[in-house]
């Protein structure tokens, strides 16, 4: 007695604590659903960077509205299927650029997301081009570039001349159907004295990223260098600059859909920075190892790219195969598990090709994950029931070791070493399952190819939390309930499939289990409440097919509708 | 010190995970217990090689009984 009162009380204490602490937890975590909002930043007036060593600063004093901003100074128009915006002559910034296939929000007359924005505005984001060297007066922020035609779009490339002193300087840009932008750099020596210069490349934010920096899914400054990439903290760098030398590699922001990245040359050494000159401001740029000599009437070319725009796993796949770019996937942050998460990806990016709708294609991959473990729980009923034929002899056995339970699993192996049978499955398949959920998780937490997808009805948007909820009678209450009690119509339905696969499960023999299974659905569903609808589906039809294949398991089984012993 | 480390992992998932969840174990000791032997008594590097050979064991298809850390 005395005994199953501590248990109990065990029970609760966790049971609160899982209640309560769950949020912060998760927060802390996991994701509640991504929040497509994007950057902005706090309307304070920020005085200059003083870091004089910067590539590039932002020497905006104050936020000005970007119409303005960027009707002051002439500029180069990108135009492109998948982009739009324009390129600053003053300073060969490329620092005005919308994502024209991905909207903010779902509703139709919504703005699309806008990625780069010019200094002295709003989420300031931009990215440059340079040169620092001795003997030389490279361009600077306030250099006027000329431009060799008004439109950059693929096919059509532009190209920016300078001169400064005795040196002609050029930057050649041309940009793919997609987010990569082609940088070749050529610096001509027209004086009298040979000169040496290292080209570099910046691209510099105000603000962090408003998305969430989650432990399945990293947002921050991130730098690939010898192969390996360092996702980093934006509270790092603000502390100490992050360095990296290395040849090959890159460096950027990933925000958790968009990602800005500078990939120098892969055959060059290079050193990767990511810092931060106060004021909310970050900098990710590379800057080449050696100055390169340039003898009087010579000129050098090195070649860059910049890659601005969404983390579409099939496009960046694509980019480090063509372009040779190294660990350029690991810029959607599939962790160590990539093995698994990429094919489970790669599979249900089919289907949804296959059936266009995003949600009917988990389904499928959940059916399909389904019919391969199937194998494991068919076996386990097999076993279950020969164990039939032992029963009496386990009847026995549990009459005479009664008092003795260690003595009973004892005398109860050798019975199943005997009859060669076991009822129980092991705990490799429990153990495999683990990483194929996680790597599912993963996939669904990343994927903006989920992202603004709709299902059915209500559901508009497979990556957010069900909108619709009864604690405020569908929206017909003009309440909006707070975050923990914003349980929507998907989780209810969650709650109450794994209430019913709960049930169909053999009744657990201890008291606290029975008690921990009892509680669980309704636990689970205020704790998947705050996650996207696609994780959900995922698990309601998971639950589903547990009770339809544990029923059609029973049914072919008859005799194990009775408690077996065990 | 790993092995330490690992034996408390073991442990967590005893008193955690495993009291909640149906029981399971096909082999005696539980590969949670024979994990925790084989890691005190072979360290950390042989003793988790042992124990993960005992889990890559312990399915429908594999051995159960008594089957002690060697």
């Not at chain 1, 969650?494 to 023999?509: C, E, Y």
């Amino acid at each position: 007695m005395k005994e199953e009162q501590k248990n109990l009380i065990i029970f609760g204490v966790l049971a609160a604590f899982i209640l309560f602490a769950w949020t912060p937890i998760m927060h802390y975590f996991m994701p509640p659903a991504t929040n497509p909002a994007p950057v902005v930043e706090q309307g304070e007036i920020v005085t200059p960077a003083q870091d004089q060593a910067d590539p590039a600063a932002d020497t905006a004093t104050a936020i000005r509205d970007r119409t303005i901003v960027l009707g002051e100074t002439p500029r180069v128009r990108i135009d492109t299927p998948s982009l739009s915006g324009s390129i600053n002559l003053k300073g060969a910034r490329i620092d005005d650029l919308v994502l024209k296939e991905y909207k903010e929000t779902v509703e139709k007359d919504s703005p699309p997301i806008r990625l780069l924005s010019p200094s002295g505005t709003e989420g300031a984001y931009f990215a440059g081009f340079g040169w620092r060297g001795t003997g030389v007066t490279a361009p600077a922020a306030d250099t006027l570039w000329q431009a060799s035609g008004d439109l950059l779009a693929p096919g059509k490339p532009v190209t920016l001349t300078a001169t400064n002193g005795s040196q002609r300087y050029r930057i050649d840009l041309s940009v793919d159907q997609d987010y990569m932008f082609t940088v070749r750099q050529t610096v001509q020596n027209a004086g009298g004295t040979p000169i040496a210069v290292k080209p570099f490349g910046y691209v510099s934010r105000r603000g962090k990223s408003t998305d969430q920096d989650l432990w399945v899914a990293h947002v921050g400054p991130i730098a690939v260098a010898d192969a390996v990439a360092d996702y980093v903290d934006y509270k790092t760098i603000e502390k100490e600059p992050s360095t990296y030398d290395t040849t090959g590699g890159w460096a950027g922001f990933s925000d958790h859909y968009w990602q800005t990245a500078l990939v120098p040359d892969q055959g060059v050494p290079v050193s990767l920075k990511l810092r931060s000159g106060g004021n909310d401001q970050y900098q990710a740029d590379y800057e080449a190892r050696d100055a390169v000599q340039v003898a009087p009437g010579e000129q050098v070319v090195q070649t860059s790219r910049f890659f601005a725009g969404a983390k579409e796993t099939r496009l960046i796949d694509s980019y480090e195969e063509n372009l040779k770019i190294v660990e350029f996937d690991k810029m959607i942050d599939w962790g160590w598990f990539g093995i698994v998460e990429k094919p489970i990806f790669y599979y249900l990016d089919w289907l949804f090709r296959m059936v266009s709708n995003f949600g009917v294609a988990i389904i499928l991959l959940t059916i399909t994950i389904r019919l391969l473990l199937f194998p494991i729980a068919h076996k386990q009923f097999q076993s279950m029931a020969s164990m039939r034929a032992v029963q009496p002899k386990m009847k026995a056995l549990q009459e005479r070791y009664k008092e003795d339970k260690p003595k009973l699993q004892q005398e109860m192996m050798k019975l199943y070493k005997e009859e060669k049978v076991n009822p129980l499955a092991g705990c490799l398949p429990m153990f495999l399952q683990i990483p194929i959920m996680f790597a599912l998780y993963k996939v669904l937490i990343l994927t903006i190819e989920m992202r603004h997808q709709p299902f059915i009805l209500w559901i508009r948007d497979l990556s957010a939390p069900d909108p619709l909820t009864p604690m405020n009678l569908f929206g017909l209450i003009a309440w909006d309930p707070p975050g923990f009690l914003h349980i929507g119509v998907v989780p209810i339905l969650l709650g109450v499939s794994m209430f019913f696969q709960i049930r169909l499960n053999p009744a657990p023999m201890d008291d606290m289990q029975k008690q921990i299974f009892s509680i669980m659905p309704w636990v689970l569903m205020f704790m998947m409440a705050p996650f996207a609808v696609g994780l959900q589906i995922y698990w309601i039809t998971s639950n589903l097919l547990t009770i339809a294949q544990q029923t059609w398991l029973y049914s072919r089984h008859p005799q194990l509708k009775t408690k077996p012993a065990g | 010190m790993i092995a330490k480390l690992l034996i408390l992992l073991a442990r967590a998932w005893q008193i955690g995970p495993s009291a909640i969840l149906p029981p399971s174990c096909r082999y005696q000791p539980s590969c949670s217990a024979y994990a925790i032997e084989a890691l005190r008594r072979y360290g950390a590097l042989k003793g988790s090689w042992l124990a993960a050979k005992r889990i890559a064991r312990c399915h429908p298809w594999g051995g159960h009984g008594y089957d002690p850390v060697p």
